[in-house]
């Protein structure tokens, strides 16, 4: 779990992106292979008019080729909570016999557009923890 995964526009251009990248080592019988499935992400977004926000999520599995991503773009102007399931555009799978850490990387983005307008989009439930949920499919090779 994670707190203070915040993009805003009042942090200057260096907090218009933050970025998470977690490594889930997994452990799990030979004869079996998965890829990610879809992925739920929740939060908070206060964007004014004009102002974007932008909630992505992506995959890899190391040592395999290709990145698997997920995302959603909010435009302003919004002021809610959020919860989206998407699906990742393409799926990658592990190889058969092999067991390979799973690599998550979050991103949250904010984009001013032209007119000045300030946001911000977090990814935390309201009790201020990421909240991020990964359906898997596992399939017998």
Same mark, same amino acid.
């Given at each position: 779990?994670? =707190?203070?995964?915040?993009?805003? %526009?009042?942090?200057? =251009?260096? &907090?218009?992106?933050?970025?998470?990248?977690?490594?889930?080592?997994?452990? #799990?019988?030979? &004869?079996?292979?998965?890829?990610?499935? +879809?992925?739920?992400?929740?939060?908070?977004?206060?964007?004014?008019?004009? $102002?974007? &926000? %932008?909630? @992505?999520?992506? #995959?890899?599995?190391?040592?395999?080729?290709? %990145?698997?991503?997920?995302?959603?773009?909010?435009? &302003?102007?919004? +002021?809610?909570?959020?919860?989206?399931?998407?699906?990742?555009?393409?799926?990658? #799978?592990?190889?058969?016999?092999? $067991?390979?850490?799973?690599?998550?990387?979050?991103? $949250?983005?904010?984009?001013?557009?032209?007119?000045?307008?300030?946001?911000?989009? %977090?990814?935390?439930? @309201?009790?201020?923890?990421?909240?991020?949920?990964?359906?898997?499919?596992?399939?017998?090779?």
């Amino acid at each position: 779990m994670f =707190s203070q995964y915040t993009a805003s %526009t009042d942090a200057g =251009s260096s &907090g218009l992106r933050k970025a998470c990248t977690v490594t889930a080592v997994l452990n #799990y019988p030979q &004869g079996f292979r998965f890829h990610l499935v +879809d992925v739920t992400m929740r939060g908070y977004a206060k964007l004014d008019a004009g $102002v974007t &926000g %932008t909630i @992505q999520t992506s #995959y890899y599995i190391s040592g395999v080729r290709g %990145t698997a991503r997920a995302k959603r773009v909010i435009p &302003g102007a919004f +002021d809610d909570n959020f919860e989206f399931t998407d699906s990742f555009a393409a799926a990658v #799978y592990n190889e058969c016999n092999t $067991v390979r850490n799973l690599n998550l990387v979050s991103e $949250v983005r904010v984009n001013p557009g032209n007119a000045p307008g300030s946001g911000l989009v %977090t990814m935390d439930s @309201q009790d201020l923890r990421l909240t991020q949920v990964f359906a898997l499919a596992w399939e017998s090779c």
